[in-house]
């Protein structure tokens, strides 16, 4: 199971994904700007939005992977945790957790709930991360 396909285009093992309206609106913004058109993730976020599921309303769910949402997750080959959390691409920074949903990890988790998993490679190896809870944005 991988977040992508050779071609780009989410596998048809994907794991589905859930957004908010309010997430999705402003993640289209964020595509819609100057500063993040051509950037590389950009084509990336854009599939995902186009196939999530939409949720009404601003709520969001308290285990799916939203915008500021903190994210647990363990890689199933090492058993190492990680916490994250999804940011916009300005409040970036790595070495806090605070991972850009245009980075290919964040976008992969985005609309993931509790329990999904996503196959991520990273320095020539592939980490298969499994959600273990979600913590909304003003529950950190």
Do not use: S, Y
């Given at each position: 199971m991988s977040s992508q396909s050779k071609s780009g285009l989410p596998p048809s093992d994907a794991p589905s994904i859930r957004l908010?309206?309010?997430?999705?609106?402003?993640l289209e913004a964020v595509l819609d700007s100057p500063a993040y058109r051509q950037h590389p993730g950009t084509a990336a976020l854009q599939r995902e939005l186009d196939r999530a599921e939409v949720l009404p309303g601003a709520e969001q769910a308290a285990d799916i992977?939203?915008?500021?949402?903190?994210?647990?997750?363990?890689?199933e080959h090492d058993g190492s945790r990680h916490i994250l959390t999804l940011v916009y691409?300005?409040?970036a920074d790595v070495d806090s957790g605070r991972i850009s949903v245009l980075a290919p990890v964040g976008t992969a988790l985005l609309g993931l709930t509790v329990g999904q998993r996503i196959d991520?490679?990273?320095?020539?190896?592939?980490l298969r991360l499994r959600v273990l809870s979600v913590s909304p944005p003003d529950a950190t």
């Open positions: 908010t309206a309010h997430d999705l609106a402003r992977v939203g915008m500021n949402a903190r994210v647990e997750c363990v890689d691409p300005h409040e991520w490679p990273v320095n020539g190896r592939t």
